[in-house]
């Protein structure tokens, strides 16, 4: 029992610091696959989803247009390989036929152009799609209502800067109740700039209106932190952040967008100490989880790696050249076990 013991406490120890969403964002699976592309782990061909299973994750994060590559049918059918691997889904709606970002939220095509048509358009449309999923026997577990809507989204309509942030509440309370009145899935809020508690204030600080969104309706708050794009996107400024979140708004938190590069030249990192190598993926992601650990009340609970099988797009829209846990001919890197470290 005594040589026993030790061995028990360190095992407990791991548990309880492990965090609850072990995540990858895979959209571009399927986009790979069809490119002629094969996954291999150990020199074996393996289905993606089963690979980074296999090496710790346990959600998959799965991107919505509303019209295009990502379209609905297209993520319906990632869904089944997603659920049949036995992972968590989160479905992450862009509410526009393109990507969503803080510098591109406009207004599906053929959608109302004002804010009472808008209210009742995502409505249906949020409700369509939890539908649609339930109906194929993949329901949605997350449902992320927008992406890095630190601006707002469908714009001009919904845009902060425009038109105050009033309108916001209004769609994410309708999107929200047309989800809620076919299915239960967690409600996620995402926002950039995760290192940025000013920003992240702004936004959770006014968005819960008496009569629009409230509190109560939103789960999981989650935010993108990348080391590519802000100087000022380090860890001890996640660090300041995410505890303020987490002591303000009481709601649990995940990164939902990260990556590290394991090739890089002639952009600064945010964190330097940090290799550029596969390595380094591990240190960066072992940095994250222990920033989430060390949250409040047990807030912090998952890291969702963007994109890390993107072959034909390596460099995840960054200035870095390859940010992937898998080389160009689809084997895996040392660093696919980084799901085991989170």
């Not at 808008?118 to 992320?144: E, H, K, M």
């Not at 000013?198 to 999981?220: E, H, N, T």
């Not at 998952?302 to 846990?325: H, K, Q, R, T, V």
Request: net charge negative; proline share 5%; glycine share 10%.
């Amino acid at each position: 029992m005594l040589v026993v013991l030790p061995f028990l406490l360190i095992s407990f120890s791991w548990l309880a610091s492990a965090l609850t969403y072990k995540a990858a964002d895979i959209s571009s699976l399927v986009v790979v696959e069809n490119a002629g592309i094969k996954y291999t782990d150990g020199g074996k061909v393996t289905p993606f989803e089963t690979i980074i299973r296999n090496h710790g994750a346990n959600t998959v994060r799965v991107r919505i247009w509303t019209a295009g590559q990502y379209n609905l049918q297209y993520g319906l059918a990632l869904a089944k390989r997603v659920k049949a691997a036995g992972l968590t889904l989160v479905v992450d709606l862009h509410y526009s036929d393109t990507w969503a970002d803080p510098g591109h939220q406009s207004i599906p095509s053929g959608w109302p152009q004002d804010l009472a048509g808008l209210n009742t358009q995502i409505w249906t449309y949020t409700q369509s799609v939890v539908q649609s999923f339930a109906n194929q026997g993949t329901p949605i577990d997350i449902l992320q209502v927008g992406n890095e809507i630190n601006n707002g989204f469908l714009w001009p309509v919904g845009a902060i800067s425009s038109n105050g942030i009033n309108p916001v509440s209004q769609l994410l309370h309708s999107a929200i109740n047309g989800a809620k009145s076919v299915g239960n899935p967690k409600i996620l809020i995402h926002l950039a700039n995760g290192w940025d508690w000013s920003g992240l204030d702004s936004f959770f600080g006014k968005v819960f209106i008496p009569g629009a969104l409230s509190a109560d309706q939103v789960d999981i708050i989650g935010v993108s932190f990348y080391p590519f794009y802000d100087a000022g996107a380090t860890l001890a400024a996640l660090k300041s952040s995410l505890t303020n979140l987490a002591n303000t708004f009481k709601k649990p938190i995940v990164v939902a967008e990260t990556d590290w590069p394991v090739s890089c030249s002639g952009v600064h990192l945010t964190e330097p100490s940090v290799a550029v190598s596969t390595s380094g993926q591990e240190t960066w992601i072992t940095d994250i989880k222990n920033v989430l650990t060390a949250l409040p009340n047990g807030l912090g609970q998952g890291i969702f790696y963007w994109e890390p099988g993107w072959i034909g797009n390596a460099n995840l829209g960054s200035g870095c050249s390859d940010n992937l846990l898998v080389a160009s001919n689809g084997a895996t890197r040392d660093s696919i076990n980084i799901f085991s470290l989170m």
